[in-house]
């Protein structure tokens, strides 16, 4: 009997962002809109953990995730003080986040699936630039057509950034914990994905290379 020892890719490290990226990205999937709970990747493992229990009335409506071996540092931050004019801004050190619109049920996370950016919102959590891309399910039923988030329905936009700028707010804080300053289209969207890249890579391929020499 033949014996096979199947080992699973990390999906921050082990995915790539997809042969046609920016244009069409691989997402993994972290949440879907009926998540009472808050699941993260692990960083360590790779595997889906709980981050914490959704504590108030906040369901993000579509579904959430990552773009592998992408990073919100410099590049994305830099990018972000460039648009807006702020200053002191940094990468929140995490892999771009990703809202991926379908008309279709997908009833769990940990899946992978090819979606395509029609935009984003552009985030800040106290000084740190956290990007959220908008973007449709690939051969989607109801979304395929969309290219750029000016065509999506102005309601759903209004529930994406109601989630956003609420998810951490608590009832005794008056002051919002996230501020989203611009939604952008396709064209933003895409610069964003490729400058996480190239964070990525500096981040990432540096370190190994020096590791190499050493």
């Known amino acids: 009997m033949h014996q096979y020892c199947l080992t699973l890719a990390h999906p921050w490290h082990g995915l790539t ?3 046609n990226c ?3 990205v691989n997402v993994f999937v972290e949440m879907v809109p009926t998540d009472t709970v808050k699941y993260e990747v ?42 807006t004019g ?13 809202c991926v619109l379908t008309e279709r049920p997908i009833n769990h996370g940990s899946v992978i699936l090819h979606a395509r950016p ?11 630039a956290d990007d959220k891309i908008i973007a449709i399910l690939v051969k989607d039923p109801a979304y395929a057509d969309y290219t750029d988030i000016s065509q999506v329905p102005k309601g759903i936009i209004d529930r994406l950034r109601h989630y956003f700028v609420t998810y ?8 919002p914990a996230c501020l989203i300053s611009h939604v952008y289209g396709a064209a ?27």
């Open 22 to 24: 920016p244009e069409v």
């Open 118 to 128: 029609i935009g984003g919102f552009r985030l800040f959590d106290g000084g740190e």
């Open 42 to 83: 692990d960083k360590e493992s790779g595997h889906l953990k709980v981050d914490r229990p959704q504590k108030y009335s906040n369901f993000c409506p579509s579904l959430y995730g990552f773009i592998p071996q992408t990073l919100c540092a410099t590049h994305v931050a830099e990018y972000a003080m460039a648009q």
């Open 168 to 175: 951490k707010q608590t009832p005794d804080n008056h002051e």
């Open 86 to 98: 702020r200053q002191g801004i940094e990468g929140d050190l995490d892999p771009i986040d990703i």
């Open 188 to 214: 933003e969207a895409k610069e964003v994905i490729l400058r996480s890249i190239q964070d990525y890579k500096a981040h990432y391929e540096v370190k190994e290379c020096v590791h190499e020499k050493a």
């Open 17 to 19: 962002p997809g042969e």
